[in-house]
């Protein structure tokens, strides 16, 4: 025992799965924290860009000479300063434009002092346009003739996927039942409360430093490149805190490359900011899409095979976005044990705002479609949904028609905790039983379930993360990971992981994950996989430190190897808890000694996924996940008013980790999809949008937001961080459909094309009731 | 083109501050590009998310909408201004306990309403605090966390006795 240490014996304990509060909420709260959009540097001037304000039109002329003259600008810049400067997924998008595809593009940009001055600038820029005729939706874009989007994208086609499995027309002839039905989900955008931002600045060596709100760095710098004529590795990428992204910052949009020409024309940091509107009219959306989707079943409700014809409407450009049906054709062939498949997607280009990814990924649409069929498919065997959906449920170790592997599926527990919790099936009797007896207001219950990757997405060569950890001479950590924080609480997670492993206190651990020149690289926050990913890379990391300190420790203290372990800040003897030597004695010894050694370990995490290749037959995920809704509502037949009274929410995690953080990602991913169910909807008209403002698009707010019932179901992933599943996609996925059965129990009436706003709603009701009459 | 400027004198945060500004600049702006104090956020600039929440005179407006020459006379409270000697004030650390914050953009003009809701009525209950909050957007948290805080602050100040 080392002369000293009086500590009396320290027992084992965990901190997975207890609530550990993020370490960037103190400042956050007393509004310390400098987002982006708070930044100023020296010498920097404020960029503002000119948008077409038309859906597509050729640019005749343009008259620059104006704005040049007024005092306070330093740069006005248009389609040919960034001409041949292609970018995006299919390179067919640059800063500014040459001719307008769509209401925000980008024609011009200033760079000046201040604001006022950049605003009228911006007046004093004569445009002359020859509008054209556009498409504004994707039937329209793909009709022969139609106008061209690009030129050089012929029947306006844009990205195309396919999936078939099995002998359709066979699997048809063998159901007793099959739902056939069209869904438009619509266009919402995702509203981060801190607008799009960048701030670019570059040195005399050529390179360039971005400030930026992206939340996949070390990709951005790749597809930022070419916007620039840049290598992507002369571009240093900031990430300040930033004000929500939930998937919009997974690309790279015009205002980031014109933020980085106006700084390299004035040899100046620029910052580009959009105001509300601005964003509302350039921010990227959920893409639209027209699902006709068909599923068939025996007598016995048994799947006979589910297959989906697919038009997106990608808007003006291709983002990211349009690959969403890699995630859609999952969802279609793996949501429940379908054996025969047939999925097509086809993005048609049109003169709307272009879509970008959001939180869900393709799958809030498609869930929409298979939940709501899944629910028709019971109605028309006559069974309890819950039955039907635990027929067809999977179980542990099957592999659906796209090989996704389910190692660990908690399906059907979960349709039973949600079913059992809510009182699910004599509720949805009840009400059924009531729907057509006098009274204006009608209860209903409705069920939906989906499955999402869980531990990343392979859709890139790599789905890996590198970590740097260090522990300096006073036991503080610091974590160097390419994982981003967006407000998710991934610093959180990697606090209560570095604590877990290392017996330290969440408050000694500090993160490093704002600089593309100092952290690893990793994918970025999507796919629900920070979590599962760099919860991985970190515990790692995390390993082998502890490792290399036991040994030493076991060496200093003549203490077999083996039998030492990291807690409470001490070394202690693992089976008693006696504490042998302070954590930071014991790391100065080690640094301080003849053979000084430093504890600072490297990590490269690559999940066991298979890339997704060009069939989609593959294990993509390194995990899969489920989660079941339960939606009760209010419908006022009247006014068509859904009042949502509560949520049950069953849903497989693998393992809690930061049990607040899961919570929060479950209640915000909930807010989001009862936003998408209810009243969120840009309203683009003739590829105007109408609605640009709060007012008149309608967020969910504090009084609209139902109490939740929250189970989580632990399967335990092998390959999980503790046993941990990626989580924070599915609470937005499940619950729209849930809330459209709950609506079908109420009422009878199905909507096809959300929002269930209350005007659908009351139309659709009406309309039943003049039909039935 | 030179805007009239006209000068002002105001308690900002329990300090006196007399400045000169443009008589159409907004509170908000005056805030954040005069001052210096970003913590107030803007988010729509139109009086429709409640992010750039003060408190004037005790009570919360939005200073987005506000006019700066407004302020003369009187007393403004911004989130910088809300923590007290000992650190976080009582709601914001329960924001902080309570796991209330995600992205934090909306907090300081949530914080700001939450406060002002809890000492105008120590006995707020849930549905007046969802209501209380109604005009206070989160794209991140879903509320529920939020309206924790807010219980658990009125239920700290009923068992501790000084209120
Ligand atoms: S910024 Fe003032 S209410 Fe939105
Ligand atoms: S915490 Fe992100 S908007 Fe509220």
């Not at chain 1, 084992?12 to 959009?37: E, F, H």
């Not at chain 1, 290392?502 to 796919?527: C, F, K, Q, R, Y």
Request: glycine share 8%.
């Amino acid at each position: 025992m080392e002369k000293n240490v009086t500590v009396s014996p320290i027992a084992k304990s965990t901190l997975i799965g207890q609530r550990v509060k993020k370490p960037d909420a103190p400042d956050k709260a007393t509004g310390k924290t400098r987002y982006i959009n708070d930044m100023v540097l020296p010498q920097m001037l404020i960029g503002k860009v000119l948008f077409a304000g038309r859906p597509h039109a050729r640019i005749v002329r343009i008259d620059t000479s104006a704005a040049e003259k007024l005092p306070g600008v330093y740069a006005v810049l248009t389609g040919k300063d960034a001409a041949g400067l292609k970018f995006g997924f299919v390179r067919d998008n640059v800063a500014l434009k040459d001719k307008v595809r769509c209401e925000h593009d980008e024609i011009a940009a200033v760079a000046a002092e201040t604001e006022e001055i950049a605003s009228r600038a911006l007046e004093l820029i004569k445009v002359e346009y020859e509008d054209l005729p556009g498409v504004f939706t994707p039937e329209a874009g793909a009709l022969v003739g139609a106008p061209l989007v690009h030129d050089n994208f012929p029947g306006n086609k844009s990205l195309h996927f396919e999936f078939k499995h099995g002998d359709l027309a066979a699997a048809e002839a063998a159901s007793d039942c099959v739902v056939d039905s069209v869904f438009r989900p619509h266009h919402v955008t995702h509203c981060c409360m801190g607008t799009s931002c960048a701030i670019a600045d570059f040195d005399h060596n050529g390179k360039l430093t971005i400030w930026t709100q992206t939340q996949y760095p070390y990709n951005y710098k790749m597809d930022l490149a070419p916007a620039l004529g840049l290598n992507p590795g002369d571009i240093r990428v900031m990430q300040p805190p930033v004000g929500g992204a939930f998937g919009s910052k997974l690309d790279v949009y015009p205002y980031e490359p014109i933020a980085a020409l106006l700084a390299r024309k004035t040899g100046r940091p620029v910052k580009v900011i959009y105001s509300r509107e601005e964003e509302f009219k350039a921010a990227p959306t959920r893409q639209a899409a027209i699902i006709h989707m068909r599923t068939g079943c025996t007598r016995d409700g048994v799947l006979t095979f589910r297959s989906a014809d697919v038009l997106l409407d990608n808007g003006a450009y291709t983002s990211w976005g349009p690959t969403i049906p890699v995630i859609m054709m999952r969802t279609t062939s793996g949501h429940y044990r379908v054996p025969v498949v047939d999925f097509k997607a086809q993005a048609i280009y049109t003169n709307n705002p272009y879509a970008g990814s959001f939180r869900g990924y393709g799958n809030v649409q498609t869930t929409y479609a298979t939940a709501q069929q899944m629910d028709m498919l019971a109605d028309m065997v006559d069974l309890d949904p819950l039955e039907f959906h635990l027929k067809n449920a999977q179980i542990s170790g099957e592999v659906t028609p796209q090989k996704s592997f389910l190692r660990e599926c908690a399906l059907v527990e979960c349709l039973e905790t949600a079913a059992a919790a809510s009182d699910y099936s004599r509720k949805r009797k009840a009400y059924a039983a009531a729907r057509d007896k006098p009274g204006r207001y009608k209860k209903g219950i409705g069920l939906a379930s989906s499955i999402h990757n869980a531990g990343g997405a392979k859709i890139h060569k790599s789905d890996g993360i590198g970590t740097i950890l260090k522990v300096d001479d006073y036991a503080r950590v610091t974590v160097i990971t390419g994982a981003s924080e967006i407000g998710q609480g991934i610093d959180a997670v990697i606090t209560l992981i570095v604590a877990e492993e290392l017996g330290v206190p969440v408050e000694h651990v500090t993160i490093v994950n704002n600089d593309s020149d100092i952290a690893p690289w990793d994918v970025g926050v999507h796919a629900s996989r920070t979590t599962f990913i760099a919860g991985n890379g970190t515990r790692r990391a995390a390993q082998k430190a502890k490792a290399q300190i036991l040994s030493a420790a076991a060496k200093m203290l003549n203490e077999p190897a083996g039998t030492l372990e990291l807690r409470g800040g001490f070394v202690v003897r693992d089976t008693c808890g006696t504490p042998l030597i302070e954590l930071d004695r014991l790391l100065r010894r080690m640094h301080f000694q003849n053979v000084p050694e430093l504890v600072m370990v490297t990590d490269y995490y690559e999940p066991n996924s298979e890339p997704e290749g060009a069939k989609h037959i593959s294990d993509h995920s390194a995990a899969y996940s489920h989660a079941v809704h339960i939606a009760e509502i209010t419908v006022d037949t009247l006014t068509g008013e859904i009042k949502v009274d509560k949520v049950t929410v069953a849903q497989d995690v693998g393992r809690v980790i930061n049990r607040m953080g899961l919570e929060g990602q479950i209640e915000g991913g909930i807010a989001i999809g009862l936003g998408y169910a209810l009243s969120e909807n840009m309203r683009i008209e003739k590829g105007m949008l109408r609605n640009p403002c709060f007012r008149d698009y309608k967020l969910i707010t504090a009084p609209e937001m139902p109490p939740l019932d929250m189970h989580f179901i632990e399967s335990n992933c092998a390959e999980g961080p503790y046993g941990a599943k990626g989580i924070s996609e599915l609470p937005t996925i499940v619950i729209a459909p849930a809330i459209a059965n709950a609506l079908y129990n109420a009422t009878g009436v199905r909507i096809f094309n959300p929002p269930m706003s209350p005007e659908t709603v009351a139309r659709a009701i009406f309309e039943a009731r003049q039909a039935g009459k | 083109m030179k805007s009239v400027e006209t000068e002002i004198r105001f308690k900002l945060n329990g300090r006196e501050v007399c400045l000169t500004v443009p008589v159409t600049m907004k509170t908000l702006t005056m805030l954040r590009d005069k001052l210096g104090m970003t913590g107030t956020k803007y988010a729509c600039g139109e009086g429709e998310c409640g992010a750039c929440t003060i408190k004037l005179d005790g009570q919360t407006v939005n200073s987005c909408l506000m006019y700066a020459v407004d302020c003369d006379g009187r007393e403004l409270v911004t989130i910088e201004g809300l923590r007290t000697p000992e650190g976080l004030n009582p709601m914001q650390q329960a924001f902080v306990d309570h796991g209330a914050i995600q992205c934090g953009f909306c907090m300081p003009g949530m914080i700001m309403q939450a406060d002002t809701l809890v000492e105008n009525n120590p006995n707020l209950t849930r549905e007046e605090a969802q209501r209380g909050l109604e005009g206070n957007l989160c794209r991140c948290t879903g509320y529920t966390k939020v309206l924790d805080a807010v219980d658990a602050v009125v239920e700290a100040k009923k068992c501790c006795g000084r209120c």
